[in-house]
């Protein structure tokens, strides 16, 4: 397993951008996938984005795309997700996930992932 722990959330304003790091412990960091998820209060918690192993192929909820951007470091044991033209939708806390595992179809499923971070608050204001 890895550990994962992520930063950089904080208050925004609308149209604003953040970028979410989520660094890794372990040497095979390069063997898992990694995703975003984030819940708002109140909501069940969601797929925002997620990248494979290698880093070539990436993922993206319907909600985020085109505004979001999910990458990794392999080298520095990190992923982030950049993001751009923030909404008060975008308030959640962000969740870093890693598995192994999971496999394309099943990117977007939180029951999938059998590492997670603590979160980090995003709150965009209006």
């Known amino acids: 397993q890895v550990q994962l722990v992520e930063t950089g959330g904080g208050l925004v304003q609308a149209g604003g951008s953040l970028r979410l790091s989520c660094a890794a412990s372990?040497?095979?960091?390069?063997?898992?996938?990694m995703a975003w998820f984030r819940q708002a209060p109140g909501k069940e918690r969601e797929f925002v984005a997620a990248?494979?192993?290698?880093?070539?192929?990436?993922y993206y909820a319907d909600s985020v795309k085109g505004r979001f951007t999910i990458s990794r470091d392999n080298a520095k044991n990190t992923v982030y997700l950049q993001m751009n033209s923030l909404r008060p939708g975008d308030t959640a806390v962000y969740y870093c996930?890693?598995?192994?595992?999971?496999?394309?179809?099943?990117?977007?499923?939180?029951?999938?992932?059998?590492?997670w971070g603590q979160g980090t608050e995003v709150t965009v204001s209006s």
């Open positions: 372990g040497r095979t960091f390069s063997s898992y996938a």
């Open positions: 996930a890693a598995d192994v595992k999971v496999i394309p179809p099943k990117f977007a499923d939180s029951y999938e992932y059998e590492c």
């Open positions: 990248i494979n192993w290698g880093g070539g192929s990436t």
